[in-house]
């Protein structure tokens, strides 16, 4: 059994001016040419791995022009610790809480999947969360000005996350969201489900 985890986690894409301050929650990071930064804050009082990875050319379609995370993973982080990790821009990739059925990629487990600087004028930067390979973890993706989606169970339907099992989305992909490019901050938060704690 697994101890009690709570992992927040905050995704910030944020404009080239300094952000104002904000409270805790919001990264007040400044974009640097062609990075992201992805803030870890461990919630809980046990420690928790969170774990970035990349799709490009494999899970993603996306390939020419997607680039690969190139930073060190965040590591384990204890109770109340943080971290920040640059990711690079046009990155597509996922971020899981790890667990030891979790695969390198996230795979059997629960997953925030982003495609970042899309070049595209509609969806310049996409999210969802997935558990078409399994649900693992409770897990909500707020994006400042944009869609919130938030999944507490494997039947929190398709506006929220894919289903387990489901490649298509509900027929219609509606568990992606976009948002526009820019200043925009993600908020994400990982804890365990009651039924895998100890």
Same mark, same amino acid.
């Given at each position: 059994m697994y101890a009690a985890k709570s992992l927040l986690v905050v995704f910030a894409l944020v404009a080239s001016a300094v952000a104002e301050d904000r409270p805790r929650s919001w990264s007040n990071?400044?974009?640097?040419?062609?990075?992201?930064?992805?803030?870890?804050?461990?919630?809980?009082?046990?420690?928790?791995?969170?774990?970035?990875?990349?799709?490009?050319?494999?899970?993603?379609?996306?390939?020419?022009?997607?680039? &690969?995370? !190139?930073?060190?993973?965040p590591g384990?982080? +204890?109770?109340?610790? $943080?971290?920040?990790?640059?990711v690079n821009a046009r990155w597509v990739g996922r971020v899981f809480a790890s667990h030891p059925q979790c695969g390198p990629k996230g795979e059997s487990c629960t997953m925030g999947e982003f495609n970042l600087d899309s070049g595209d004028f509609?969806? &310049?930067? !996409?999210?969802?969360?997935?558990?078409?390979? +399994?649900?693992?973890? $409770?897990?909500?993706i707020a994006a400042s000005g944009c869609d919130t989606?938030?999944?507490?169970?494997?039947?929190?339907?398709?506006?929220?996350a894919y289903p387990i099992g489901d490649l298509s989305g509900c027929g219609n992909d509606s568990p992606v969201h976009a948002c526009g490019a820019g200043g925009i901050a993600f908020t994400g938060e990982l804890f365990m489900p009651v039924g895998l704690q100890s």
């Open positions: 990071s400044r974009r640097q040419a062609g990075s992201h930064p992805f803030t870890f804050v461990n919630k809980c009082g046990a420690p928790v791995t969170p774990v970035i990875t990349d799709t490009r050319c494999g899970y993603s379609p996306r390939c020419a022009d997607a680039v &690969p995370f !190139s930073g060190p993973q384990q982080l +204890g109770p109340g610790q $943080s971290k920040t990790v640059t509609f969806t &310049p930067q !996409s999210y969802d969360i997935s558990n078409i390979q +399994g649900f693992t973890d $409770s897990m909500q989606v938030t999944c507490t169970n494997a039947n929190c339907g398709c506006r929220n």
